[in-house]
Structures are given as structure tokens and as C-alpha cells.
């Protein structure tokens, strides 16, 4: 616990991310993460609903994601922006509800380190994220009780971190595959200015799809299919093949299996994962093409590369960085925390903090916005583009439209986003309708498009032959999501019960032994059995001291088993 200082609560830096969050704060002149109850700063993004009907969040949930897979989810930013619902238990949630948990738990780590209520963060979102995306990530933010001071786009706090500690480079691409989405981004520093130039991405590639690939190729090998599994073996299996992943790096891997009674056998390498992930490693060229030629500079101009995120991690993801720009990445910070480092340092600009006042921070839009409009000359409806992807931001752009005929009494503005040339084939932002007076003439519409700093559009509509304004304001609110769905959010979360958080170490521990009796099997399972009913009757007993020796002592047992 800190000192409660005068000075007013300060502004986190959250980077809340499809496989772990953290949460990072600006403090004594430099950006400094803050650990969670278990002491780690890295917090699963990962939720369960316990026996007790309390909630879960982090490490003890991610150790039931394999033993109780029905009442735990994780991944769910992924659902972000969808009507997609979650169901834990008897509970059912929606992706917004459950990365509230998330940042909930963030935000109560965050007063008990600092010892002060806190209410406003920055929150990083990959850049390539929707609008419909940024506004579910604020109303997340809200549910947990935190004012959004700004989206800022992933890549765009690596860059700041590494502006205030590398402020050597120029030209930078910096290449972020975190857990659920892939970001590239190219920019300039030219201190105290860090320029974006081009972003793009693909929202649905990252890290778990290479695991999912793997799971489906190792079940395909025992000619399994994933139907025919009990939830909880499927888990086990999925677990085990994510460890197998992170370990390829070490030489080959040989999994053993037995979740569904039969004893199975597995065996990858590199070399043979490569294969399975070249569908996935093919679509990272087109968002690296895209990213140059827009910024319009040729690999060979980059003066540094920097990798991101922490699927990065996987060699085959680095050679292929290293094919592509002929030269080594740079990753001289940490991949897994750079985002919150730098989320927290734009939280210090933001509050201007003295130490940091001299970083200048412009951003683009990555995706072009616009109307669907008919084409004159064919009378086929295409989309329109307003403000082009890649501009500066914040941006104010106008385009003229016409009415299609002249008895025309209303007109409808529908707001798309994407980068194909027919309507139906872009993401749907908004739509409203502007009503027409009939005068004999076709009417011109002057539509504008104003894009801020959070990656939030508003849109005005200007009638010059008679002067009527409809500063029509995108709904910031959720699209779907009306005031009753919203209150009926927060009465939900409101109503929840929140395991306690000085109680989450033993609870995480139970968790994990829990976990490591369902992997396990014989005189292992038997000692580990032992250990857990140890445990229960050591908690029961309420003797602080001998609790934190037995749970240190258990820890080191299991990571000594590597569980
Ligand atoms: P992030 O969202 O940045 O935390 O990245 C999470 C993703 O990184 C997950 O899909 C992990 O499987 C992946 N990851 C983390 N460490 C490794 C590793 N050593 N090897 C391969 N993938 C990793």
C-alpha cells in the first residue's frame, strides 16, 4: 500500500486484453505497473462464477477454465461489439459485463496499491477495433465505475513507451499480435513529436487462433470430434495444447492425453506447426502491405521494427518478421506490459504531469468511414467514403450529397465503415433518417463526418439551400444497447457477489490444486489429492501464519511439477 497523497487520484493506464489485462499507473516520474492480490501484474482476463454464486476473476479462474469449463469464459473481448452472450452456471453475460469484471478487478488492485478511490483510466484497444467495438470497451469501463479519459489504440501506447525510453528511432513499424487481434502500425519519431502514419489489422487474428488450430489438428490425428468430448476434457485438452505452443520454441513436443479414458499420444514440432499455421501466417502479409503502402514507405525505409503483444513470442511469428523486413525486431521491453506502460504515460499527459509534458501524440483513423450513397450514373447503391482511412486525427470532413428525386421527403443517412466498394460488404456503424421539404428541386445535403481523438465519429447534416442543420450525433451509447439495457446492465453487475479480494490467494491456490488433480494421474494425482485436503482443513482452521506457510509451501510444490 501507498502513501495517500494530496494530490488528486491519478489516471490508470489499463491495457485490458483478450488473454491478460494489467494495469499500470504514472508515478515518481516513470510509468510503473501495479501488481494484483497474488503479487503478479499480469491478470488473466478470464472469469468464473464460483459454487458460492460469487465471482471470480483472473488467475483462480483461468484454473477452472479446465475444471469447471461451463461456469468460467475467457477470451470474450473477442465477442466485443457482438450480441454474442455468455453463459456461466446459471448466469448469462454479455462480452461488455464481463470485461467489467475485468477491469473492476483491475480498478481494486489499483486502490489498494495506491490507497485512494480511483475513477478515471485509459483504456488501449487495438487499433483496429470498430466504433461499435470502443463504445461496448467505454461502457464496460462505466459498468466498473471508471471514466474513459480516452481510447487509445494498442501499438499507439507501445509507441510512447518506447518513446521515452529508446528515443532513437525514426521510422517504426511496430508488428502487435497479442492474444485475440493483430495491429500493424507504422510511425515516425521525431521527438517530442511521435507521428502515426498507418494502422490496420485483423480483429480476428491472434495468439488463441493458433492454439485453435492446433487443438483441432491434434483431435483430428485421434480422429476425435470435439462434440463427442465432455466440456471438461475438451478444456483439459485445449490447456494442454496451449502449454504445448508456448513451449515449441524448446525443440519438440510430445503431449499425453488420456481425458477422454483412453491413453493418446501427440507429437509437433516446428517444423509440422508451421504447416498447420500457414493459413494463419498468410494473413499477416496483407495488413503489413497495407500498412507501408499507405504510409507510403517501402521495408527497406523502416529504420526499426518493434514487436508487440504476446503471441510474438513464438519463433515462427519472429522469423517471419525477420523474412519479411530482412532485419532483427527489436524487443527490448517487455511485449507482454508495454501497452500499459504506455497507456499510463498517456494517462500522464492527459493529466499533464509535469515529467512528461513534452510528448506530442497524433493518431489516424485506421478504417475509412462513409455513406451509402446511390451512383448517379449506374443507380446502384456503393459506399461513399467520407474520411479516408489512415487520416490524422482528430479529423472534420465534409462531402456534398443529393436527394434522389424531387417529390423526395426524407432521406436516409446510412453510416458505414470498411474498405470495400459495395455497401453490404463494410461493418454497419448507424443510420438515421433527415427529413426533407419537397421545393421542386433536387436538394443538396452536405454531409460531415467528425472523427476524435477515442476513435468516436459524430456526423452533421447541413441543408444549404434552406439553411437547416441536423447535427445528428452518432449515438455514443452502445447501438443496440437502449437505456433499459444499460440500467439493466449495471443493476446486474450491481448485484453481483465479488470474491473477496484479500481472500484470493488461498482461493487461487485451491483452484490451481484443483486443476492439477483433473491433469494429473497416479501417485501424482494421490499427493496432490493429499495437498488439497490439506489445504481445506489449514483454511478452516483460520491461523493466518500457517495458512501463508502452507501456500507457499504448496506453490513451490506445484510449480516443482510444473502445474
Ligand atoms: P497478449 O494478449 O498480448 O497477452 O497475448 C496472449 C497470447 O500470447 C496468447 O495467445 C498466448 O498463447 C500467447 N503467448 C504468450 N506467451 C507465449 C509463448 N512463449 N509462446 C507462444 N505464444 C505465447
Redo the contacts with the bound molecule.
Sequence with gaps: MQDASTSPAPMLGIDL????SLVAVWQDGRAQLIPNALGDVLTPSVVSLDEDGSILVGKAARSRLTTHPQRTAAAFKRFMGSEKKITLGDQVFSPEELSALVLGALKADAEAFLGCPISEAVISVPAYFSDEQRKRTSFAAELAGLKVQRLINEPTAAAMAYGLHEQKFERTLIFDL???TFDVTVLEYALPLIEVHASTGDNFL???D??GALLQACLQHWQLKPATLAPQALASLADAI?QL??KL?EGEQHLSWNGDGVSRHWSLDEARAQKIWAPLLARIRAPIEQALRDARLRASDLDSLVLV???T??PVIQQMVSTLFGRLPYRHLD??TIVALGAATQAACKARDSAIEELILTDVCPYTLGIAAMDGEYQTEIFAPIIDRNTVIPTSRIKPFYSTHIEQTAISIRVYQGERPWVEDNIFVDSFKIPLTPNGKIQRLDVRFSYDINGLLEVDVTLPQTREQFSHVIDRSPTGLDEDARQASHERLAGLKIHPRDALPNRTLLARLERAWAQSLGAERDAIGDWLNEFSAILAGQESTEIAGARQRLIEALDDMRY
Excluded at 17 to 20: D, E, P, Y
Design positions: 486484453g483478450t488473454t491478460n497479442g492474444g485475440g491472434g495468439g488463441e493458433f492454439t496451449e505452443k508456448c520454441g503483444g504476446g503471441a513470442r513464438m511485449p507482454d
